[in-house]
């Protein structure tokens, strides 16, 4: 059990207080500009700055051993985030899109099956992001995002050029041997032939990106 002196107490009050009307004051200092992702300028900044700040204390007081408590007092170390610590939560991530994209993933209780074009892509990425916010704190990213769609664009070309053959009456898997230079829209007007065809399906692909 932990005993706190009334000297002890009225510091630690003092402290908050101060602390507090930093927050309120909107003061420019480390402790406002603590994080680069929290705004404590405006009031949901404001609300969050208090919980933290509020936490920290708490983080100090009941969960740390004393002995970290006085390295961090004597400058020997800092604890990052150290309001998140009762979450006991991961910070900053890197999302593996492309493995999730390829084999899927569990978003709390629901499993979501792999991606199969480009719509399905996109969106398994929002929920990755969603999801990994829930359950951690901190910065997320998806490093080499169009990269990673890039094979679910190829999905959804196949998908139009099969509609097209399927419309047509006709089998274009041929087209698949040559490479699409960009996919861009462009007008139908000045092609004919197969190019016209082509760039239908690679209208059609844009279209649903």
Known sequence: ????????FLERQARIKETFFSII?????????E???LNADTPAGMMMKFSSETTKNFVSDYLLF???IDAMEKGYIHIHDQDYYPTKSLTCVHHPLDKMLKKGFKA???????????????????????TAQNEMHGGQAIPAFDFYMAPYLKLTFIQELNKCGQYDNKNY??????PVAEYQIKDLDELSGIERTRQHICNQTVIRV
Request: aromatic share 8%; proline share 4%.
């Open 173 to 178: 898997a041929f087209l698949l041997d040559t």
């Open 25 to 33: 004051n909107a003061q420019k200092n480390d402790l406002t500009r």
């Open 108 to 130: 709390g209780y629901a499993p979501l099956r792999p991606a199969t074009d480009i719509e399905s892509a996109t969106l398994l990425a929002c929920i990755s992001l969603e």
């Open 35 to 37: 994080c680069a992702n």
């Open 1 to 8: 059990m932990i005993f706190f002196s009334e000297n002890l």
């Open 66 to 68: 004393h002995e970290v």
